[in-house]
Nanobody, 126 residues
Framework: QVQLVELGGGLVPAGGSLRLSCEVSGRTFSELDIGWFRQAPGKERAFVSAISWSGGSIYYADVVRGRSTISRDNAKNTVFLQIDNLKPGDTAVYYC???????????????????WGHGTQVTVSS
């Protein structure tokens, strides 16, 4: 059974940076595509970024494109999401999610992913 643990959230001033990590266990990591989503209070869960099993395909939401980098270390079973120039609008709980690489649904769709972590809170102060 796949398990995901998000780490790296916290309180950050606007303009700062955070590096979130998603540690994966219970499944061959290189068989999994990983996505990041976030949910702010009163809002629906929204796509942030995704990376394919090989790292060869990467996706970003418009709201973070240009100030965010997703990467994976298959030797450490971990995916990283760096977000720079954080804004108060980035405040949310950030979740990572996993799905078998053979799944053909769009990477940006939360319905594609069948395993989710518990999330990590990111709060950006103005």
């Amino acid at each position: 059974q796949v398990q995901l643990v998000e780490l790296g959230g916290g309180l950050v001033p606007a303009g700062g940076s955070l590096r979130l990590s998603c540690e994966v266990s219970g499944r061959t990591f290189s068989e999994l595509d990983i996505g990041w989503f976030r949910q702010a209070p009163g809002k629906e869960r929204a796509f942030v970024s995704a990376i394919s099993w090989s790292g060869g395909s990467i996706y970003y939401a418009d709201v973070v494109r240009g100030r965010s980098t997703i990467s994976r270390d298959n030797a450490k079973n971990t995916v990283f999401l760096q977000i720079d120039n954080l804004k108060p609008g980035d405040t949310a709980v950030y979740y990572c999610a996993a799905v078998d690489k053979e799944n053909n649904l769009p990477a940006i769709s939360p319905f594609r992913y069948d395993t989710w972590g518990h999330g990590t809170q990111v709060t950006v102060s103005s």
